[in-house]
């Protein structure tokens, strides 16, 4: 009777590990859904985010009423309360800019960006001759080679026009020199792997690329049993605020493939 239920646990545990398994451990990425692809572009371990959000409340001017009541005064002729008390309510701002960060040398951000264009553009119906181009294009991007290198495309978007024009006017004057002493790539035990190249991507001006060795010192930045990495970049000074320090961490834990860290 043991000897069964052991069995049957182990059979409830493993069923388990596997019902856990994700989507790009479980299928082939060219049977990646549309809401799966999106999910490895947007939030899969190796995309994350940072956000820099501040919280106004700016006074409105009381009317003209409430400046002819006593303060505290109460009773017919007191000043209106509750919602149309409007010299009593504040205006609340919450300016909001997001940086997404992708690790493009992962092949399983690219093979998501590959997917999504076979969505977009119909890759079934497509006449044999444009599949075969397309298939050529695609084994090209899939089948490069990043053994020595780390890339990271990092996007910015904001709520707040003004604050993404400032933020897009502080990176495009950025270069690889400017950068170099305050862009780096962290890994373990105080590893650091210095800024190899800044690049600006799309004309938008809101996508730059940043390149780093994947080996120091002859040993890779980091393995599969490591904690972390993580991307130090400073934020810019916008309306008036200082520059801050970020810091973006991916956890190596969750971006093994088959017990090898991709990255």
Request: charged content about 30%.
């Amino acid at each position: 009777m043991r000897r069964t239920l052991g069995l049957f646990v182990g059979v409830v545990l493993l069923a388990s590990v596997a019902a856990a398994a994700d989507f790009w451990d479980k299928k082939k990425f060219t049977q990646w859904n549309e809401k799966e692809v999106q999910k490895m572009l947007a939030n899969s371990p190796w995309v994350r985010s940072h956000i820099e959000s501040e919280v106004h409340i700016d006074p409105l001017e009381r009317p003209s009423l409430s400046a002819e009541v006593p303060q505290g005064e109460t009773g017919a002729g007191a000043a209106p309360t509750g919602d149309s008390d409007v010299g009593l309510r504040a205006r609340e701002q919450n300016p909001r800019l997001t940086y997404q960060l992708q690790i493009r040398s992962a092949l399983p951000v690219r093979q998501a960006l590959v997917r999504r264009a076979q969505l977009q553009q119909d890759y079934e119906r497509l006449p044999l001759e444009q599949r075969q181009i397309f298939d050529q294009k695609s084994e090209r991007f899939l089948a490069e080679d990043f053994a020595d290198r780390v890339v990271i495309f990092v996007t910015f978007d904001s709520n707040i026009d003004f604050d993404k024009r400032e933020c897009a006017r502080y990176w495009q004057k950025q270069s690889t020199e400017t950068l170099k002493n305050s862009v780096y790539l962290l890994g373990p035990k105080g590893r650091k792997a210095e800024l190899q190249a800044f690049l600006l991507a799309g004309e938008s001006g809101q996508t730059f690329q940043l390149t780093f060795p994947r080996m120091l010192d002859g040993e890779p930045l980091a393995g599969p049993e490591d904690k972390s990495l993580q991307l130090e970049f400073i934020h810019p000074g916008i309306r008036g605020k200082e520059e801050r320090r970020v810091l973006v961490e991916f956890k190596i834990k969750n971006m093994l493939l088959d017990g090898q860290l991709e990255y």
